[in-house]
């Protein structure tokens, strides 16, 4: 059974992106096989209280495991969406801390199954979390991200899209 990155605690709310439907096909730019920028994301409905949110990107379906393709936390309560391109580096100004995806770089890493797998599904799990920070330093990986949320998550937020190459 692959490791679930989608802590599935408090209250549920809505996660969407303008460039697919839940279930559907991820369109070729946000994946490796195009310009492999991530794509919008917007919300509603986060649980009162919420300081901040983080979001794990992953792919169950992998041939080794559970794959990693974003981890960004520390996102501003504020904030209602991320937009599309959000730049793989660290930090960015107004929208977060990125960790590492395993594809061993900071930042978004787009579906890239491997060729003739048939379509892996691809989870965008978003966290209402109750502090404004988490704490963490340096090169954060999913897992450490999972530890820092623990007793600290409000609500949560999924949004599946498929991909095949």
């Not at 549920?12 to 946000?30: C, H, K, M, V």
């Amino acid at each position: 059974m692959p490791k679930d990155y989608a802590v599935m605690e408090g209250q549920r709310f809505e996660l969407a992106s303008p460039a697919f439907q839940d279930g559907g096909t991820i369109p070729r730019d946000y994946t490796c096989d195009g310009s492999d920028r991530s794509p919008r994301l917007e919300w509603r409905g986060a649980p009162a209280g919420t300081r901040s949110y983080a979001l794990i990107m992953y792919d169950p379906d992998a041939p080794a495991g559970t794959f990693i393709h974003w981890v960004i936390y520390d996102i501003p309560a504020s904030l209602t969406s991320l937009p599309e391109g959000v730049p793989k580096q660290a930090e960015v100004r107004g929208v977060g801390l990125q960790g590492v995806n395993d594809f061993g770089e900071v930042g978004y890493g787009g579906p890239c199954p491997p060729r003739r797998h048939g379509p892996h599904r691809y989870y965008f799990a978003l966290h209402a979390l109750s502090v404004d920070s988490l704490g963490l330093k340096g090169r954060v990986t999913a897992d450490g991200l999972l530890s820092a949320m623990r007793g600290k998550v409000l609500g949560y937020a999924i949004l599946m899209g498929r991909y095949s190459r």
